[in-house]
């Protein structure tokens, strides 16, 4: 395509309206700087707030920006495929609307990719304006990660990240509803390495990854690339196996030796059943969560509804990818 950018920078949107425009304006000067042809692509994710007039604003006087705006809300991860989805760019940038994390960054990102790599993810050196529960949380989530996923995901990372047009080009295929973005591009391989950098307090608003949701994004990515939990579960039931032959000796020794009436409560049954319950239902849980996963990808159900696009041409809309997705047809709404 000879009028394709030369990168797309994919910013997400969730209730952004007061980091909009400093986004935009860092953004346009630090790519403007390589004097290369680029577009930001918004996915405005069903913000409740000013965003989306915000983005269209910007849609009319830079013609570079342009805004898929989605039916409701899908969650961080799937606005963020859906800007890979869109994106046309020989590489694409993926960065949060919240600027912790510095567009100026991307200069050395591009930089690494220009050396031949195709996948440049920024590592996080120090994490500035978050509580110490929240660094330690996401310390112990990182490294638990790592320690226990199939694949090589690179610890202190994020999404923020350049990709070479190659890689957006297996993620699209990549369907799965349970998305984990950073560990699917270190499945995919190619040439990989990292930029360090310092991760900025956040510029306006508050985070949209509270507790709860850290908890649910860690299981997509511990259930996404790792049997690790199924694996425990044998583990732990031939333990409780062996535990159960040794008391079953060690109590028949007793009331032999000390009496018929030695263990003869059921105080200790009581006890041992409702512990061996609460390991069932734990367990239970645990391919329940396997269980749904699977549920939602065969399914078959889009992974988002685009209610209008602003800035995309009709080939741009034609997305070159092997097999399009049907959620990539926009619903309604303007497509200039």
Not at 98 to 123: S, T
Not at 223 to 239: A, D, K, N
């Amino acid at each position: 395509m000879s009028n394709r950018p030369r990168f797309s920078v994919v910013a997400p949107i969730y209730n952004e309206e007061g980091n909009i425009q400093p986004l935009y304006e860092r953004i346009r000067d630090v790519m403007d700087s390589t004097g290369e042809s680029w577009e930001l692509i918004a996915v405005n994710d069903g913000s409740r707030d000013n965003s989306l007039p915000l983005l269209l604003s910007l849609a009319q006087q830079d013609k570079r920006v342009k805004v898929i705006n989605f039916a409701r809300n899908f969650g961080h991860q799937v606005a963020v495929t859906a800007g890979i989805d869109f994106a046309q760019g020989d590489a694409v940038v993926l960065i949060d609307a919240d600027l912790q994390d510095p567009p100026e960054v991307i200069l050395d990102l591009i930089a690494k990719w220009r050396e031949g790599y195709e996948v440049v993810y920024a590592v996080r050196e120090e994490r500035q304006g978050e509580t110490w529960f929240k660094k330690f949380t996401a310390g112990v989530f990182y490294r638990l990660i790592y320690r226990i996923t199939d694949i090589d995901i690179p610890l202190d990372t994020g999404d923020f990240r350049l990709m070479d047009r190659k890689v957006v080009q297996v993620l699209r295929q990549m369907r799965e509803h349970n998305r984990f973005i950073r560990g699917m591009t270190s499945w995919v391989g190619f040439r990989q390495t990292g930029v360090r950098y310092v991760r900025h307090a956040r510029y306006w608003g508050e985070t949209k990854y509270p507790l709860g949701k850290m908890i649910r994004f860690a299981l997509d990515a511990i259930t996404g690339f790792s049997y690790f939990p199924l694996q425990i579960i044998g583990h732990v039931s031939l333990v409780m196996a062996f535990l159960a032959i040794l008391a079953g000796i060690v109590i028949s020794l007793l009331r032999l030796t000390q009496g018929p009436e030695f263990f003869g409560g059921q105080a200790t049954t009581i006890v041992l059943l409702l512990l061996l319950s609460s390991f069932q239902l734990f367990f239970l849980y645990v391919l329940g969560q396997y269980v749904a996963r699977i549920y939602d990808d065969v399914r078959h159900r889009p992974l988002y509804v685009v209610a209008s696009t602003t800035g995309f041409d009709e080939s741009e809309l034609a997305i070159d990818s092997p097999t399009p997705p049907i959620e990539m047809q926009s619903q309604s709404g303007e497509m200039s």
